[in-house]
């Protein structure tokens, strides 16, 4: 089993920046993949971004540029470092590690407004 506990959300204005945290512990194997996932209300959830054990990370195109992931492996912890947000971005943000099964972590809000 896998637990993955989330940090950092918040309330921000537009232009602002927010670090994202995430933190796995349990059964945790060498190769995986981390990262995050959003749901705004009454859309569906989608890719923000995903980062491999050997450091190859993918980002969503809305969030290329502004959004920042990486990871620790000796700590199984993942960031997001996300900058110049948006209203849009605001959103419950989740974490994800797949091995190949898939956890989720019970996700933190992040609001974006003035």
């Known amino acids: 089993q896998v637990q993955l506990v989330e940090s950092g959300g918040g309330l921000v204005q537009p232009g602002g920046s927010l670090r994202l945290s995430c933190a796995a512990s349990?059964?945790?194997?060498?190769?995986?993949?981390m990262g995050w996932y959003r749901q705004a209300p009454g859309k569906q959830r989608e890719l923000v971004a995903t980062?491999?054990?050997?450091?190859?990370?993918n980002y969503a195109d809305s969030v290329k540029g502004r959004f920042t992931i990486s990871r620790e492996n000796a700590k199984n912890t993942v960031y997001l470092e996300m900058n110049k947000l948006k209203p849009e971005d605001t959103a419950v943000y989740y974490c994800?590690?797949?091995?190949?099964?898939?956890?989720w972590g019970q996700g933190t809000q992040v609001t974006v407004s003035s």
């Open positions: 994800t590690l797949r091995q190949p099964t898939n956890y």
């Open positions: 349990g059964t945790i194997r060498t190769f995986n993949t």
């Open positions: 980062i491999t054990s050997t450091g190859i990370s």
